[in-house]
């Protein structure tokens, strides 16, 4: 089977709660950002991206928080449920740059 | 519907065997991208291409090799030169850098 998700740290949440997916970003310079859900054994699913010139932006269900003093970005995701267990990273990219750096993901895992 | 295939999702090479990955996008996307995704670690970038004809290394090229004859594909060879092959693949499309990227399902290659 898939083996990207391991050795990965892994959120346990229960169904119908909010989780809450954390990133530490690398350079200051990133202007971009983008969270990434990948299930096993396909590619990666874009959910939501941010610009460097905003602090939040919200989705259907999903919201993401930039903190560029402290170069962090989190991923919320209200009531989750059973079909949001995947792995999740984040992603960066270097003003106007084509080259992105990926994080290595968390596995969320959702609990009936 | 518009996406990105990668072919084929499961692909064995003999030693001293070279290999194709096949990558096709109908997103009318100027840019593709080759990853490697291996277990506990981010996506680390093989190679690159902003436009036809014209492809960038990315970190980790040594062993891999690519064309870009049209705007619609970008295969990737895995050379014999490649020792540590087993790993599995993602080819990706962006309109522009700061564009989300659009990925593939993947390749996962394994050696006999």
């Known amino acids: 089977g898939e083996s990207v998700g391991l050795h990965l740290p892994t959120l346990s949440v229960q169904e119908g709660d909010n989780s809450i997916i954390n990133c530490a970003y690398s350079?200051?310079?990133?202007?971009?950002f983008i969270w990434y859900k990948q299930e096993s054994g396909k590619g990666p699913q874009f959910i939501i991206d941010?610009?460097?010139?905003?602090d939040k932006r919200q989705g259907q269900r999903v919201t993401v928080l930039l903190n560029k003093t402290v170069k962090h970005l989190s991923l919320q995701i209200a009531a989750t449920q059973p079909g949001d267990s995947a792995v999740y990273f984040c992603a960066e990219n270097h003003k106007g740059t084509y080259k992105y750096i990926f994080g290595t993901g968390t596995r969320l895992k959702v609990l009936a | 519907d518009g996406g990105i295939t990668q072919s084929p999702k499961y692909l064995f090479r003999k030693e001293g065997q070279n290999v194709t990955l096949s990558c096709e996008q109908n997103?009318?996307?100027?840019?593709m991208y080759w990853y490697r995704q291996d277990p506990g670690q981010g996506l680390r970038l093989i190679y690159y291409?902003?436009?036809?004809?014209?492809?960038q290394k990315g970190d980790i090229a040594e062993g891999y090799s690519v064309s870009r004859e049209k705007k619609e594909s970008f295969p990737l060879t895995v050379t014999s030169a490649q020792k540590n092959p087993t790993a599995f693949y993602l080819c990706?499309?962006?309109?522009?850098?700061?564009?989300?990227?659009?990925f593939g399902d993947g390749t996962r290659l394994s050696i006999l």
């Open positions: 990706a499309s962006s309109k522009l850098p700061n564009q989300p990227q659009h």
């Open positions: 941010i610009r460097s010139n905003m």
């Open positions: 350079n200051s310079a990133s202007d971009y």
């Open positions: 997103l009318n996307h100027d840019a």
């Open positions: 291409s902003q436009i036809v004809n014209d492809f």
